[in-house]
Every structure is written in structure tokens, then in C-alpha cells.
């Protein structure tokens, strides 16, 4: 059972400020994408190009992200300072519509196996009581995804028991219309 905690850190400067990813090729260990919290962090201004090895899994997310949860569970973004990041301040995304059109598209990469389909959507995340500023102002506009650019966005296939609570924020996207708020 794998937990992470990053606390107290200022993330800048980067092409995303905060990368938490469930990917295919290290899913043997699938609980490794679990509980990792992030917590009071200032993050911030994280729009430097993206200088991943050209067609390795990374050179397709784009730059200019606060926090990127990708079929990550059960973890909490809280407390952060987001701010001044192009593309999208704090996201919660299913692996396979992160990668939609890319050699890692689910539909056409041969090493995503039936057990990774049925675990890749992100669940039980919770983003709450962060304060997001002037994200999503500047999202490049060759990434096919510049239309969800926002301080707060899921881009799930359902709201898979994640939700958004007490956050200060100017823009949202959600492919469910609505940001779903927490349990009491």
C-alpha cells in the first residue's frame, strides 16, 4: 500500500509543477498510484516546454500544469497556493482520455492490458481548500485538450467518487457539468 505526502515545497519553473501518473508499464505495483497528498504547497508559473524524450509517454502531456492526477485514487490536493500556470492549475483525469490519440491511446497500445482498463479512471480524489490564480489563461493552442484549460478540471467518464470542496477559483471544466462537492 503506497502513500506519499508532499508538503510545504514551492514547485516552479517546470513544464508541470506536480506529475502524479498511473502508467502501464509500472501497473504490476498498481497501489503506487494511491494515497499521494499534496499538501500546502505553493506551485506556480510551471510553463516551461516540455523537454521529455520526443514519443515517450511524457512528451504528450503539455505544459503549463499545476497539478496533474492521472488514474490516480484516493488522494487529496489541499491547501496549495496554484497559481499563474497556462494550461490547467489542479487536474483529475482518467488514464485512457489523458492519452486519447497518442501511440498510448488504450485502444491501440498492445502493452494496456484488461486489468489496467478496468483500474485506469482516477477515484476517490479529493481537491479541497486550495486557492487557484490565473490558471488556464494560456493553454497552447496546438494541445487537442486547450478547450479544457481551467483552474479546476476533471475529465473523467464519471465522477468516480471525486470531489471538489471549498476551493477559491475563477473557471472550471467537468466532463460531468459540474464539479462534484464532497461527502459530508
Not at 499521494?36 to 506556480?44: A, E, G
Not at 516551461?48 to 505544459?63: D, H, M, Q, V
Amino acid at each position: 500500500m503506497a502513500e506519499a505526502d508532499a508538503s510545504d515545497n514551492e514547485m516552479r519553473n517546470n513544464t508541470i509543477g506536480a506529475a502524479i501518473l498511473l502508467l502501464p508499464d509500472i501497473y504490476d505495483n498498481k497501489d503506487s498510484a494511491k494515497r499521494i497528498d499534496l499538501v500546502n504547497n505553493w506551485i506556480r508559473d510551471n510553463n516551461k516546454p516540455n523537454t521529455a524524450r520526443p514519443g515517450s509517454i511524457l512528451s504528450f502531456i503539455p505544459r503549463g500544469q499545476g497539478i496533474l492526477y492521472v488514474g490516480v485514487d484516493e488522494s487529496v490536493a489541499s491547501g496549495n497556493l496554484v497559481e499563474d500556470n497556462d494550461f490547467i492549475g489542479i487536474a483529475v483525469v482518467d488514464y485512457c482520455l489523458t492519452f486519447q490519440g497518442t501511440p498510448f491511446d488504450c485502444s491501440l497500445d498492445p502493452t494496456i492490458t484488461p486489468e489496467f482498463l478496468a483500474d485506469q479512471a482516477a477515484e476517490d480524489n479529493s481537491v479541497v481548500e486550495n486557492n487557484l490564480v490565473n490558471n488556464g489563461t494560456m493553454p497552447d493552442p496546438g494541445n487537442p485538450f486547450a478547450a479544457f484549460a481551467a483552474d479546476l478540471t476533471l475529465l473523467t467518464l464519471g465522477d468516480h467518487n471525486n470531489c471538489f470542496q471549498n476551493n477559491i477559483f475563477t473557471t472550471e471544466f467537468s466532463t460531468l457539468g459540474v464539479l462534484p462537492p464532497c461527502a459530508p
